[in-house]
């Protein structure tokens, strides 16, 4: 370790500067006579003698100090954040330091008081928490060094620069690898609860079994080995999809206590994880006015790391998304048939403004999926009886935000897109089984 940049110095009493003080002037007043001018007396002592306590202290810019930070941490995970400071003196020295440490991080303490023997080090950790994902970098932190007497202290604020990286937390990752090992039982031609068909790309031939549709069957393959003898189709490879994020102020609004946003984050990395996982490619686009993030389509286990680290600072800009222009840069960034899937809030004027005059340039040539979460709190505004006057007031309001909303996934769905409209905690789910329909009925 090697002594920080120093970026401010101070002085400062200490705890026992004070307690001096008062007993001192305690036992002054309690002396007959004049007290007065003892008391001055005894006060310029103590100040005489704190200042050289204080010219006696070590600086605190010369001792090496280091904080230890993780290089990212899962949103709602623990982690360990740790410092350490060495004392090279051949004295002890009373150390207290305080770090800059975001509140959000949740961290147990941000405060270490100890002594440090001569020539030792100072070791010290605690835990945080994250409750928000992003990029956080503490770049400060006060050290104090209390002088040989412990009634003053020197005090600066050192320049110790770090980063830390909190990250999605994932909570779909279950269902994508239950919907994973679905789609890989569909390839070698057997069915599953959670969708029909074989796909649509030809696997092999096989024996005729009982719960195989008549149409499979291969007449000339049956004629040449005088059984019956089926086809089986497995979804084809190498397919594109690209997640299109809404990042604009419709996503900032909170849903079931957290931003829109942290639901379409959690959809994007499901669907990338299912996506690659059955052989295809995905990519990602984050826009609002401009484009925020891209991730080219790609195939492998690597490509859900690089979404995740598109998305893990993404936050929404308060402004109106422009949809025509993310299509524009989507479409030139991928030429070919694609899955275009755009994960937005269905708020009716500003998809009737923004999203719905920019579908037509590109239903015809792609598939597109429009996906959005519910609030559970209108639903129940508008179906709970009304207890007083402003109750009823809110329970028009959202009668009216449902049926716009049914509106607006109606003209969706009339110019071409196929609409998933989930609750919390199953939008994520349910745009994978979406995609997994249009992969297994050849529509992509």
């Given at each position: 370790m090697r002594p920080a940049r120093t970026l401010r110095r101070g002085v400062a009493p200490t705890r026992r500067l004070a307690g001096v003080a008062a007993l001192a002037a305690l036992v002054v007043l309690a002396v007959p006579g004049p007290g007065l001018a003892r008391l001055l007396a005894v006060d310029g002592v103590l100040l005489a003698v704190a200042a050289l306590d204080l010219l006696l202290a070590t600086s605190p810019g010369s001792l090496p100090v280091r904080r230890d930070l993780p290089p990212a941490v899962t949103l709602g995970d623990e982690a360990e954040v740790g410092w350490a400071v060495a004392n090279p003196t051949g004295r002890r020295l009373r150390v207290a330091l305080a770090d800059e440490l975001a509140p959000s991080l949740r961290a147990g303490t941000r405060r270490v008081a100890a002594t440090v023997p001569?020539?030792?080090?100072?070791?010290?950790s605690?835990?945080?928490?994250?409750?928000?994902?992003?990029?956080?970098?503490?770049?400060?932190?006060?050290?104090?060094?209390?002088?040989?007497?412990?009634?003053?202290?020197?005090?600066?604020?050192?320049?110790?620069p770090g980063e830390l990286r909190v990250l999605p937390s994932f909570r779909s990752r279950d269902e994508a690898e239950l919907r994973i090992r679905r789609a890989r039982i569909l390839e070698v031609g057997l069915r599953s609860a959670a969708g029909r068909g074989g796909g649509t790309e030809f696997?092999?031939?096989?024996?005729?079994?009982?719960?195989?549709?008549f149409r499979r069957v291969d007449w000339a393959a049956t004629a040449r080995a005088g059984r019956p003898i089926v086809r089986t189709y497995r979804a084809e490879r190498n397919q594109t999809v690209v997640v299109l994020l809404d990042n604009g102020r419709v996503m900032a609004g909170r849903v079931a206590g957290v931003p829109r946003v942290e639901h379409a984050v959690d959809a994007a990395l499901m669907l990338t994880a299912v996506a690659t996982g059955v052989g295809d490619r995905c990519g990602l686009v984050a826009f609002d006015r401009e484009?925020?993030?891209?991730?080219?389509?790609?195939?492998?286990?690597?490509?859900?790391?690089?979404?995740?680290d598109a998305l893990y600072d993404l936050e929404p800009v308060l402004v109106e998304s422009d949809y025509a222009g993310a299509f524009v840069d989507t479409l030139a960034r991928f030429r070919r048939r694609t899955m275009l899937v755009v994960l937005t809030e269905l708020v009716a004027p500003a998809v009737e403004e923004w999203l719905l005059p920019a579908l037509p340039l590109v239903v015809r040539n792609h598939v597109v999926v429009v996906a959005s979460v519910q609030d559970p709190d209108v639903a129940r505004w508008a179906h709970d009886p009304p207890a007083d006057a402003l109750a009823v007031y809110r329970q028009a309001g959202a009668v009216g935000a449902l049926a716009a909303r049914r509106r607006t996934i109606a003209r969706l769905r009339g110019l071409g897109a196929t609409v998933v409209d989930a609750r919390p905690g199953e939008l994520a789910p349910a745009l994978a089984d979406a995609y997994l329909s249009v992969k297994a009925t050849g529509r992509l």
């Open positions: 001569a020539g030792a080090t100072l070791r010290a605690t835990t945080i928490r994250p409750a928000r994902r992003g990029r956080f970098a503490p770049g400060r932190l006060v050290l104090r060094v209390d002088g040989p007497l412990g009634l003053a202290a020197r005090q600066s604020v050192l320049a110790v696997d092999q031939l096989r024996e005729y079994a009982v719960d195989d549709e484009v925020r993030a891209a991730v080219p389509p790609a195939a492998g286990r690597d490509q859900l790391a690089r979404v995740v």
